[in-house]
């Protein structure tokens, strides 16, 4: 553990916050609650004896936590043992504390919890910006696969448009084609209705007429041919 000198501890919190590599991929952020108690540390976990002892504070629930920073997958906590008068400053990842400082030193432990709470901010950058850019993508899809329907609607309206449009042409065709025939059909329709109408116009004009008219004789039949034998004249 690191004592109430300054020297060593700004010496020690040198060390402490050295880096080591992180994780690429993107995941939901942290609740606002630092990581609960496990009493089986996983392998890659810290395994110093200030993380061990940090667990059995919590569970004996002889800590206060101050404060809490999160970004991303990690996170930096301030906790507090009123007994002792004593501070841990813990650097967790997902649901695993990372790295552990302990100090007496009130000025002290909140430097190291501001170099922890800037740190995550660094570490976090990589998944920050994985996260947006998988929402992006996911967002791009969307617009694509929404575009792309619309395309598709649009098309399928376009031709049948064009359908349409044939079949009216077709149709205009066929009318232009009847119009004609019956236009012709009309005018002689109108010579003939003229026709009778002139002939009627006679028959009533002849109707009205007070005067009798005769239909001329007949005329006589012809004569019959001479059919007696020509005189025969006496030979001297």
């Avoid at 609740?31 to 108690?37: G, K, Q």
């Avoid at 906790?79 to 695993?96: E, G, N, R």
């Avoid at 619309?150 to 064009?162: E, Y």
Wanted: some cysteine; proline content about 8%.
């Amino acid at each position: 553990m690191i004592g109430s000198g300054h020297g060593r501890q700004f010496s020690r919190l040198l060390v402490a916050l050295t880096f080591i590599g992180v994780s690429a991929c993107a995941a939901p952020l942290h609740s606002s609650r630092p990581p609960a108690v496990q009493t089986k540390p996983a392998p890659e976990q810290a395994s110093s004896g200030t993380v061990a002892y940090l667990r059995q504070l919590i569970d004996r629930h002889q800590l206060t936590q101050l404060r809490t920073t999160f970004n991303g997958h990690y996170g930096a906590t301030l906790f507090f043992q009123p007994d002792k008068l004593s501070y841990y400053v813990a650097l967790f990842h997902d649901d695993a504390y990372w790295r552990v400082i302990q100090t007496d030193s009130e000025r002290s432990a909140e430097s190291i919890y501001s170099a922890f709470a800037e740190q995550t901010e660094k570490l976090a950058e990589v998944d920050i910006d994985a996260l947006r850019l998988k929402a992006g993508n996911a967002y791009a899809e969307q617009m694509v696969a929404m575009n792309e329907k619309r395309l598709k609607n649009l098309q399928q309206d376009a031709d049948r448009q064009q359908q349409q449009a044939r079949e009216v042409a077709a149709q205009q065709q066929q009318a232009q084609q009847e119009a004609v025939a019956l236009s012709n059909d009309l005018r002689n329709t109108s010579t003939q209705l003229e026709a009778v109408k002139t002939r009627i116009r006679e028959l009533e004009a002849q109707q009205a007429n007070p005067e009798v008219v005769l239909p001329p004789p007949p005329p006589p039949p012809p004569s019959a041919p001479d059919t007696q034998p020509p005189a025969t004249r006496p030979s001297n």
